[in-house]
């Protein structure tokens, strides 16, 4: 992925609650007119846009349209597929992370200038490779109380040997929260990143056995008989 040029100014797609990581593969089902014809584009070109959480807190204030989180990700198209009348499915795959400097034009799609920003280690190998453990071993346990996880994702995992690849996948793929995955995406320090996981992922597992302990041995669609 180091050889790819990030432009300075690409197309973005601003999405709800969708935080996209480099590395990480996000399907995209395009059909709004807008989207379309920036698909068309990126198409012809470099095959390179970007993907931003929209800031919720920020709709609606001070006539703000769609505002997005500053720290996004770009991606570039790995496979396309036409569905059904102008529709389309592709796969970004994510590239870096990147600053959204200014957003240049809104029509007929929205075009950023971007910085693309640079992660640091923040330990060496012996310590990241302690933290990634610990989050397998907090994943594995999780799983075993009951949180679902994609077929062959632990697998996957288990075979990353860069640790920044590892700690972006395993958050896009296996958090839920918007908001954890916006921080964790803000994070340029690949280690302090594993630890806010680490952190999160240990909250979820004492909430998981909490609920457990609560509801006995009785089924989930049974718990408020407890």
Do not use: W
Request: proline content about 6%.
């Amino acid at each position: 992925m180091d050889s790819f040029h990030v432009p300075e100014t690409v197309p973005v797609m601003t999405l709800p609650e969708t935080v996209f990581f480099p590395q990480s593969l996000l399907p995209l089902h395009i059909f709004e007119p807008r989207y379309r014809q920036m698909l068309r584009d990126v198409l012809a070109s470099d095959r390179i846009f970007a993907v931003a959480r929209l800031d919720a807190q920020r709709a609606g204030q001070d006539g703000a349209h769609e505002p997005a989180h500053p720290i996004a990700s770009v991606g570039i198209i790995r496979a396309c597929q036409k569905g059904e009348g102008e529709t389309s499915n592709l796969l970004l795959q994510g590239i870096c992370r990147v600053e959204i400097q200014s957003v240049l034009r809104e029509s007929p799609y929205r075009l950023i200038q971007i910085k693309p920003l640079v992660t640091k280690a923040g330990g060496n190998h012996a310590e990241l490779e302690i933290e990634r453990l610990e989050v397998m071993r907090l994943l594995s346990l999780r799983r075993r109380l009951g949180t679902p996880a994609p077929k062959g994702m632990t697998q996957f995992l288990e075979s990353i040997e860069d640790f920044d690849a590892f700690t972006d996948i395993a958050a896009f793929n296996l958090c839920d929260d918007g908001a954890f995955k916006q921080r964790m995406l803000e994070e340029l320090d690949t280690r302090r990143r594993m630890r806010l996981f680490v952190a999160r992922l240990k909250t979820e597992i004492e909430e998981q056995k909490l609920k457990r302990k609560l509801q006995g041995h009785l089924p989930d669609d049974h718990i408020v008989d407890n």
